[in-house]
């Protein structure tokens, strides 16, 4: 059983989170998510699809500039100890 099903029978978050062995701020996630599925809103997923393009465009973003900074590099001479 999920979370919302146990929820309909008539327990609470609680009872729900021993049950599933879950904290209880999961479950109340849980319970909002499927009762948002069951409503046809999808705006949660689209929410989280937005955000892992944005993130992998930014990940794209920065091994560029890393690329481009380790071209341009000139070397500098070690300034410090003698080598012995």
């Known amino acids: 059983m ?3 099903e146990l929820f309909r029978t ?3 978050y ?3 989170s021993q049950i599933l062995k879950l904290p209880v701020p999961e479950v109340e996630r849980r319970i ?3 009762r948002s ?3 046809g809103d999808t705006s949660q997923q689209d929410y989280r699809d937005h955000l892992r393009l944005k ?3 930014r ?3 920065k091994r560029r500039y890393v690329g481009k900074a380790n071209a ?3 070397r500098v001479p070690y300034i410090g100890k003698e080598a012995r």
């Open 2 to 4: 999920n979370a919302l």
């Open 10 to 12: 008539g327990k609470d």
């Open 14 to 16: 609680e009872e729900i």
């Open 32 to 34: 909002h998510f499927l």
């Open 37 to 39: 599925a069951e409503k």
């Open 55 to 57: 993130d992998e465009h």
């Open 59 to 61: 990940i794209a973003l």
């Open 72 to 74: 341009i590099r000139e």
